[in-house]
């Protein structure tokens, strides 16, 4: 769905559901998984219904994923490092 | 890092780096936080890299290029900066508490500087929660952090000059849209017109009005179709967006496309400032809730401040005045400046500042929001983490729920993880119509820290500073 301007290779490697994925510095992690073609990162604890990243400034929410570990961290907010293990969020209301 | 500053300022956009800039170089011990790795806010977001991308600096535009001095002098100024510090509490004794690498830090100042800008007005309607929906200014953060653009053809609805601008961006980094849905009311431009005068008569009006006619001349030349008057937009899909239909004038449409744009103007972000306590009112003009401020953004908490957009919606430039107005005011406090000086010095910026007004009232009343989008239809959701749409919210104001507190308890609209940011505006106005009474009296959500998810290990690695 969406592409980069500049097609020089990244070069920050992390993983998402175990899946190996490129990024550049400067990519938060939401935009790391929309540029890498992921159409949403969690399902709703309510409906269960999927969701991807909305405002991508720390408003919505819609982007909480799971980042080595911790659940409920927001993917707009969080750049992307080398080595990052980022898991969908699926369903369960977890603790902020 | 010190224990005590004289002035902490939250917030690295425009408001934020001018305000901390000037108390940097006036001497006094100024620490900025903010959330993002790097300096710019939302409007100048990516700046310092951006210049590694001459072809990007290009498409962005010159007034985004124009950042990068606000950025170049506030690195020269010597004042302290955290990034990537996120705020989650700051009480009325001007203790600010906020998470950075791992753990919890606190400080404390003489004077806060709340800068923390603006947020997208929600967008409430059908289909507005599917993946493949987004703000026009989240993809206008993709272009500027990391020059990420639609690979496909995309739809841009509704309206204001955020809408136009990303359109004119877009054409110049060579992503093109299938269509534009202008959602701004015929109504609109006729009643603007009578504030065309106020916005002609000063030299920055004129820019920017000259600004607008080359955006939307701009979008006419690409060929790109523009529907207008677009209203009744519904976003299509099970699982992800398929098409969205809509009505421009009399007729009905339906278009094929994954990626939807939504935008229909800009609010004060409300979080911060009101869980600190400060008083808000209703601004008519801007439809939406604005702290209440003096000329120098003090509000009603004593030595707590706000500049730039958090404060009311005035754009980057007025911000960056507003911020350095704030920074003179906090001097005065600080009893480093008296408050003569303090007028003789802020002459330039009050000017200044009012100058980058000239526009506003034209483009509040052109671009002002559609009753649908205020106060949407029964089945729309408002609450995209609780899943509450709009019908439930006027079911329980018919059982008696005069606020939206109450609604909260009844619904949990507002309990999610957004804590109500984005359903709280909506929740005011669907009460306030549903009672027949004015936003001021129905009022908003309480909002309690912490603004932001903190982790027990956050809170558990406690740093006082």
Known sequence: ?????????????????????????????????????????????????????????????????????????????TPVAEGMQVRRQRGARGVL | MNEAWDVVVVGAGPAGLAAATLLAEQQARVVLLDEQPAVGGQIYRGIERAAEHPSLLTALGPDYVYGATLAARFRASGAAYRPGSLVWQVTPGREVWFSADGSSHLVRADAVILATGAMERPVPLPGWTLPGVMTAGALQIMLKSSGVVPGEPFVVAGSGPLLFLLVQQYLAAGARPAAVLDTTARANEWRALRHLPEAVADRAGRRDLAKGLMMVAGLR??????????????????????????????????LATRLVALHEGVI???????????????????????????????????GVMIAGDAGGIGGARAAEHAGRLAAFEALRRLGRIDAAR????????????????????????????????LRPADDVVVCRCEEIAAGAVRDVVRQGCLGPNQAKA????????CQGRLCGPVVTE????????????????????????????????????
């Not at chain 1, 500049?6 to 935009?31: K, L």
């Not at chain 2, 000017?351 to 989008?373: K, M, T």
Request: proline letters at 7%; charged letters at 25%; one cysteine or more.
């Open chain 1, 1 to 77: 769905m969406f592409r980069r301007l500049d097609a020089t290779p990244g070069e920050i490697r992390f993983t998402f559901d175990g899946t190996e994925q490129i990024a550049r510095p400067g990519d938060s992690v939401a935009v790391a998984l929309l540029a890498a073609g992921e159409p949403s990162l969690r399902d709703t604890p309510v409906s269960g219904a999927p969701r991807a990243p909305y405002c991508m400034m720390g408003v919505c929410f819609d982007c909480l994923v799971e980042i080595d570990g911790v659940g409920n961290r927001p993917a707009c907010l």
């Open chain 2, 221 to 254: 030349r690409s060929g790109i179709p523009r529907y207008r008057h677009v209203s009744d937009i519904r976003i299509e899909g099970a699982d992800a967006v398929t098409g969205i239909a809509f009505r421009s004038g009399t007729t009905q449409h339906r």
């Open chain 2, 268 to 302: 004060p972000a409300q979080q911060m400032p009101r869980s600190i306590g400060c008083a808000f009112a209703w601004d008519a003009a801007q439809q939406c809730f604005a702290p209440v401020l003096d000329a120098w953004g003090n509000s009603s908490v004593d």
């Open chain 2, 342 to 373: 303090r007028d003789a010095l802020a002459t330039d910026d009050r000017r200044a500042r009012q100058s980058q007004l000239a526009v506003r009232r034209f483009l509040d009343v052109l671009y002002a929001p559609r009753d649908a989008v």
């Open chain 2, 410 to 417: 009844f619904l949990r609209a507002g309990m999610g993880p």
């Open chain 2, 430 to 465: 669907l009460i306030a119509q549903a009672r027949g009474v004015g936003q001021d009296e129905v009022g908003y959500y309480r909002i309690r820290s912490p603004l932001k998810p903190v982790t027990v290990g956050e809170l558990a690695a406690m740093e006082t500073e």
